[in-house]
């Protein structure tokens, strides 16, 4: 005699394997996108829905990331929240340029007002 949990056994199976099946053609499609490839992205799918983590280096990629995840046929709805952009730092001596580009503006009002 069944019990009630083994009726939707084979139904949690199928799912999972339709799940795994979707990550596998998200990464696939990030792997083989040149935007994309090589960036810090992990992929989780969870009934047709697909979860985007990890750090990539720009906004663009980011978007190009979503839009690859969302094409693979049979995801329902990506989730990017933990997708990170990577804060680029300022190359060396961005600050003293910063500061000198301010300092030649102050100087350039004070010379236009005299």
Same mark, same amino acid.
């Given at each position: 005699m069944k019990t009630p949990l083994s009726n939707h056994a084979?139904? =949690? @199976? /199928?799912?999972?394997? =339709?799940? !795994?099946? @979707?990550? +596998? /053609?998200? #990464? &696939? &499609? @990030? !792997? $083989?996108? %040149?935007?994309? %490839?090589?960036?810090?992205?992990?992929? #989780?799918?969870? !009934? /047709?829905?697909?979860? $985007? &983590?990890? $750090?990539?280096?720009?906004?663009? =990629? %980011?978007?190009? +990331? $979503?839009q690859l995840a969302g094409a693979v046929h049979g995801v329902i709805r990506v989730d990017s929240r933990d997708l990170a952009v990577r804060l680029m730092p300022e190359p060396p001596g961005a600050e003293e340029s910063a500061d000198y580009r301010a300092y030649e503006a102050q100087r350039r009002r004070t010379e236009d007002r005299h």
């Open positions: 084979p139904q =949690r @199976l /199928g799912a999972a394997v =339709r799940d !795994a099946w @979707l990550t +596998a /053609g998200v #990464k &696939s &499609s @990030l !792997a $083989l996108a %040149r935007e994309t %490839r090589g960036q810090d992205i992990h992929v #989780k799918t969870r !009934a /047709g829905e697909v979860f $985007l &983590s990890g $750090l990539v280096d720009d906004y663009q =990629r %980011r978007n190009r +990331a $979503l």
